[in-house]
């Protein structure tokens, strides 16, 4: 199953230059299996970088990331990343691109396809099975990207602000989406935002990253049932909360700006 | 883990989305406004064509010319039923039947260039590679090819001829060595600029370096190729044509330069005639095969 572990956890850029940055202190969290977990910060705080490290993109200068008790030490299948830029690759088809993990592996391609139309319905892309990507409209792309993740079965999905790029309309359609992809599956997901609200909708427990170098202020569990209403005083309380948060963290020149820009989804 | 429990997500199922479903772009759409356009295009390049032969003549008609060194177009062009002077040894082109001697000294020019641009592109790309994938590999030769590539193809005919004799062989040497080094650099370049997500994506999905390079970095870096290699076209084929006339005494190039010995200008004419329509056309080729080998790329990429 996917449990995941941060163990003290740092990491410093340049490292041994003169110019070495730290971006991440002393991270330490669990995320349990089948948790959905998103990381909350000011921009420049490193939760791309965590997520990276997670995902075994980048390892960390001090501390251990654990995957089923594991030492994370490269990639691995098992936990697909999910980036904010579109990834799909421009030469090959829908299917091919969700069943690339599967060419990967050496499928045959006959059962890669079978998979990768399974999976491709679920997203409600089938009939476009054989379009291209620049075919598609962004949130298309991003269902696709999910798609690629489960045709190989991953069980933690790592998504880096994945629906920052879309418009607030399919925004919010894309995380109804995948809450009812998550919901009865089984996997875990650690999904980064700077979005206070998307935090506060999808989330089991909120994970809330200080203004560089990112430490971790609060970890806070969100017991509301879903589909959460947005507009309820409980859902306000917990955006005032995270606000109040974020306000006292980011005190940089462009502070209020960026709290106007985490607030910007759907209610304002 | 969803194959185990395929009925929970299947009930999540999306309902497929409706806004404008994109369409796969029509190469040619049936609007018969494109009809209009291309044969407004055809009557400019008619009208151009025509004008420039028709000042020729009358310039010829008026006697303003000397038709020994500058002969009117009819004059050259009706050249081509003398299919005789194409057996000469200098032009060495094949006897095949009555009327197609001529076309035998284009198949042999474009034999060559087409071998050679092959050639080349499949070298830089392997050696590109390579000197990507092995860093240390690429620093052994990186300066040696930077230093090699401004050398003009022209200017390795010479050695071409040394090393390969007259024929075949020392024409596609020069078209190779022209593109090889230009290429090989070209992929380098291109292999660096390849977009970081998608070497992540692959990685992610569990590649291996060498996975990352056959599925990520060759597919990525074929477009850039095509372009750098449609560019040097025209250096390419300018190179075989002198090969052709200082050495490789067959070909497109030996017509113009047998016409010149024989003073006859007619024969000049009429091969360099039939160079620049060939080589327009080859072009048109090319440019066509990337349009369909490249056609996930927008037109304004390519």
Same mark, same amino acid.
């Not at chain 1, 790592?158 to 629906?163: G, I, S």
């Not at chain 2, 990525?220 to 449609?230: C, E, N, S, T």
């Given at each position: ?28 969290f ?13 921009? @420049?705080?490193?939760?791309?970088? &965590? ?14 990331? &654990?995957?089923? @008790?594991?030492?994370?030490? @490269? ?13 799909l690759?421009?030469?090959?088809? &829908? ?5 690339? @993990? ?13 998979r ?9 892309? +089938? ?15 991003? +269902?696709?990207?999910? %798609?690629?993740a ?7 999905? &790592? ?5 920052? %790029? ?24 650690v ?7 998307? %935090?506060?909708?999808? %989330? ?6 200080s203004? +560089? ?5 609060d ?46 989804? +759907?209610?304002? | ?18 806004? =404008? ?14 009809i ?46 003398? /299919? ?5 040894? /200098? ?35 392997? !050696? ?8 240390? !590999? ?13 050398? $003009?193809?022209? $200017? ?7 090393? !390969?004799g ?17 290429l ?7 292999? =660096? ?6 070497? =992540? ?10 996975q ?7 597919p ?11 560019m ?30 024989? !003073? ?5 004419f ?17 440019? /066509? ?14």
């Open positions: 199953m996917g449990e995941l572990v941060c163990q003290q956890v740092g990491k410093v850029w340049g490292i041994d230059t003169a110019e070495q940055v730290s971006t991440l202190e002393d991270i330490s669990s995320v349990q299996s089948g948790e959905f977990v998103v990381i909350i910060g000011p921009s @420049g705080c490193g939760k791309s970088t &965590l997520l990276s490290m997670l995902a075994g993109l980048e390892s960390p200068t001090s501390g251990m990331l &654990l995957h089923n @008790g594991q030492p994370i030490t @490269g990639p691995n299948p098992d936990r697909s990343l999910i980036f904010q830029q579109p990834s690759l421009p030469w090959l088809s &829908l299917i091919d691109n969700v069943a690339f @993990g599967l060419t990967l592996k050496g499928m045959s391609k006959k059962e890669r396809y079978r990768a139309e399974n999976f491709l319905s679920q997203v409600g892309l +089938r009939s476009f099975a054989k379009k291209y990507p620049h075919q598609l409209s962004g949130g298309m792309q991003q +269902r696709a990207c999910i %798609a690629r489960l045709c190989l079965g991953a069980d933690i999905i &790592l998504m880096d602000e994945p629906f920052a %790029a879309l418009d607030v309309q399919t925004r919010y359609n894309m995380q109804k989406f995948l809450l009812d992809i998550w919901e009865g599956s089984g996997k875990t997901v999904f980064v935002t700077h979005h206070i609200d998307e %935090a506060v909708y999808l %989330a089991d427990r909120v994970i809330i990253l203004a +560089r170098p990112g430490r971790i202020l970890s806070v569990p969100i017991n509301m049932p879903r589909p959460r209403d947005v507009i309820s005083p409980e859902f306000e309380q917990h955006r005032t909360m995270f606000v109040e948060y974020l306000r006292s963290e980011v005190t940089k020149a462009f502070a209020e700006q960026e709290l106007a820009e985490m607030l910007d989804t +759907r209610i304002k | 883990m969803v194959e185990s429990n395929p009925k929970t997500l299947e009930t999540n199922r999306l309902t497929e989305p409706t806004p =404008n479903p994109p369409v796969r772009p029509k190469r040619r759409s049936s609007n018969p406004s494109w209009k356009t291309a044969l407004i295009n055809i009557g400019w390049w008619i009208l151009s064509i025509g004008l420039f032969l028709g000042i020729w003549e009358v310039m010829t008609l008026l006697g303003w010319v000397n038709t020994l060194i500058l002969p009117p177009p009819h004059q050259f062009l009706g050249e081509i039923a003398n /299919q005789d002077q194409f057996l000469m040894p /200098q032009i060495g082109v094949e006897r095949t039947g009555a009327n197609f001697v001529a076309l035998t000294a284009i198949v042999a020019t474009l034999k060559r260039v087409l071998t050679g641009l092959l050639l080349g592109f499949i070298a830089a790309l392997i !050696f590109g590679c390579l000197a990507a994938y092995f860093k240390i !590999f690429g620093k052994l030769t990186l300066p040696v090819i930077t230093l090699l590539a401004p050398i $003009a193809p022209v $200017a390795w005919i010479p050695l071409a001829i040394l090393a !390969f007259i024929g075949d062989r020392a024409a596609i040497f020069v078209v190779f060595i022209g593109i090889f080094f230009i090989t650099l070209g992929t380098i370049n291109s292999i =660096n600029k390849v977009d970081q997500v998608y070497i =992540n994506t692959a990685r992610v999905l569990g590649a291996t370096r060498s990352v390079m056959r599925h990520i970095i060759i990525a870096i074929i477009p850039d190729l095509f372009v750098i290699l449609r040097n076209l025209f250096g390419a084929w300018m190179a075989v044509l002198a090969a052709e006339m200082v050495g490789v005494n067959t070909g497109l190039g030996a017509i113009v330069m047998v016409g010149r010995q024989m !003073f006859n200008a007619k024969l000049m009429l091969g360099m005639a039939i160079i620049g329509v060939v080589g327009y056309l080859l072009d048109v080729a090319f440019a /066509q095969i990337q349009k369909r080998v490249l056609w996930w790329k927008s037109n304004a990429q390519i």
